[in-house]
């Protein structure tokens, strides 16, 4: 397992941008899936976003797609989401995953990853 450290959370407009950070600490990060989800308060936690090892490819929800990139920087140990055209809707703790998958419908699976990060609130006000 890696551990994740989120940040980059906070208070924004609708309209407006932010950009996540999560840390991986060990020297396994290059061979992780990573992905963020969501949990809005009393729902599930959600898919948003993933990416594979090497950064090539990248899925996304329906419902953040065209306003999110996911993106990492290996040299780095990080992953990044960054978030555009912010809607009331997006307010959610945002949870970084590792997981050394390759498959796409795995990538999209909570239950695919084992490390997860604390979580880092986003709030959008309207």
């Known amino acids: 397992q890696v551990q994740l450290v989120e940040s980059g959370g906070g208070l924004a407009q609708a309209g407006g941008s932010l950009q996540l950070s999560c840390v991986a600490s060990g020297r396994t990060f290059s061979s992780n899936a990573m992905a963020w989800f969501r949990q809005a308060p009393g729902k599930e936690r959600d898919f948003v976003a993933a990416?594979?090892?090497?950064?090539?490819?990248?899925y996304y929800a329906d419902s953040v797609k065209g306003r999110s990139t996911i993106s990492r920087d290996n040299a780095k140990n990080t992953v990044y989401l960054q978030m555009n055209s912010l809607k009331p809707e997006d307010t959610a703790v945002y949870y970084c995953?590792?997981?050394?998958?390759?498959?796409?419908?795995?990538?999209?699976?909570?239950?695919?990853?084992?490390?997860w990060g604390q979580g880092t609130q986003v709030t959008v006000s309207s």
């Open positions: 990416i594979t090892q090497s950064g090539s490819t990248t």
């Open positions: 995953a590792a997981a050394p998958v390759t498959t796409s419908w795995l990538m999209k699976r909570e239950s695919s990853f084992s490390s």
